[in-house]
């Protein structure tokens, strides 16, 4: 798998952050090329001056911020594992740290904002959510540029520029991926709008409040539904919910196991966030008090035998690609941080292999329950 990123007379090493030892996926893909490409071919770098930055949204793995190292940047994303990668990628490649401000995705957009560069995210709410808070930042000579792969450039993501930006145009495609060029209308006046979602689970009359780029943003994921319907009995007291999302999960069992303590552990910052805001708007401080938040990758640095039970519906993306390669590591995590006679519990499709990870890292695995689209799979560390 190639590391080396060469273009326009720098040599950058790339690397994804978790590295895989098996890893079959560059770190940066053709719509970073073009970006850069048509940065350097066009002389932008002359537009910034003094304080004017350059603002770079939805890094995936670094290239962007480590390519214009010369250059005065705030990066902002909604992922620590980009966030990561980043700093990595920085680190290797030995670029100057303080010309980079990385900040997530609820922090403010900076001011003296003159170039904007976009990968474009998954879905539109986030890309509604970034365009939104980018539009109170901008004036009429600020240049903003998207890229993305053709097949995650539609009609309606062009309407979201139209919408927030100005008017609207795309490039040709090249290597599969296009630019989109938006010019600034400063006299556009858009009503903002809380792009948050709220919705009610009917059974334990929860308010759930999403922020845009939240996993099963608009309902119930029917998978984690199956979860919480399914919890072990028993006494638990340290409880792990590991990739919380909004935090239905980790919230059934706050409901359950009355005395335990809840950690809610995800590597997207809104996620995190909305999981908080869900547990106090819907439990008692006496019961919040004992939910703990926390943004991270799995179980990365978390004390061996820690917790007596870990829940999880595990992803199956990283950005845009499909891996397991996420749950495989969530898994393992999951084997260190549980004591001795501590539970994995986990839900998954039917077809995703999970019992057979499982009983390579566990020694065994039993299956719960089972419907037509999940299967509910449980694990004990023995001693
Ligand atoms: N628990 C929620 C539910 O059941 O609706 C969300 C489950 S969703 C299938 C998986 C979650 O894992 C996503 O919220 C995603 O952001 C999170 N995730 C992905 N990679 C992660 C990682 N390396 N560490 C922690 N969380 C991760």
Redesign the pocket.
């Known amino acids: 798998m190639n590391e080396l990123l060469s273009i326009a007379n720098q040599n950058l090493v790339l690397h994804r952050h978790p590295k895989n030892k098996k890893e079959t996926l560059q770190a940066w893909d053709s719509a970073d090329e073009y970006l850069i490409n048509y940065f350097m071919d066009n002389h932008l770098e002359e537009k910034l001056e003094g304080e004017e930055q350059l603002l770079i949204l939805n890094d995936g793995f670094g290239a962007l911020s480590c390519f214009f190292n010369d250059i005065k940047r705030t990066t902002i994303t909604d992922s620590y594992?980009s966030l990561s990668s980043i700093k990595l990628n920085m680190q290797r490649n030995r670029c100057i740290e303080s010309h980079l401000l990385l900040q997530d995705s609820l922090q403010s957009f900076p001011e003296n904002i003159k170039v904007v560069l976009i990968k474009i995210p998954k879905t539109n709410a986030y890309l509604e959510f970034l365009l939104q808070k980018l539009q109170g930042k901008i004036s009429a000579d600020t240049i903003v540029i998207a890229a993305g792969k053709v097949n995650m450039i539609h009609n309606s993501t062009l309407q979201l520029f139209e919408q927030y930006i100005g008017t609207t145009k795309t490039s040709l495609a090249k290597k599969k991926s296009r630019l989109i060029f938006s010019q600034v209308d400063a006299k556009k006046e858009v009503e903002e709008k809380d792009i948050a979602v709220t919705w009610e689970i009917e059974k334990q009359q929860w308010k759930i409040h999403n922020h845009a780029n939240?996993?099963?943003r608009n309902h119930l994921?029917i998978?984690?539904r199956y979860?919480m319907d399914n919890l072990p009995e028993g006494d638990f007291s340290k409880v792990v919910?590991?990739?919380?999302?909004?935090g239905?999960?980790g919230m059934a069992a706050l409901q359950q196991y009355t005395d335990a303590q809840v950690t809610f552990?995800?590597?997207?910052y809104m996620?995190v966030d909305s999981a908080r805001i869900n547990t106090l708007k819907n439990f008692e401080e006496e019961r919040s008090d004992n939910a703990r938040f926390v943004v991270?990758?799995?179980l990365v640095g978390f004390k061996a035998r820690s917790y007596d039970l870990i829940l999880c519906?595990?992803?199956f993306h990283?950005q845009q690609t499909i891996t397991d390669n996420?749950a495989w590591?969530?898994f393992n995590d999951a084997y260190f941080c549980l004591q001795d006679g501590g539970e994995l519990v986990i839900v998954g499709n039917r077809h995703l292999d999970y019992q057979d990870k499982l009983t390579r890292i566990f020694g065994h695995c039993e299956l719960v329950t089972e419907n037509q689209k999940f299967v509910i799979l449980r694990a004990i560390k023995e001693s």
């Open positions: 594992l939240v996993f099963s994921d998978g984690g979860l919910d590991l990739g919380c999302g909004n239905i999960v552990i995800d590597e997207s996620a991270n990758n799995g519906n595990p992803p990283q996420i590591s969530m």
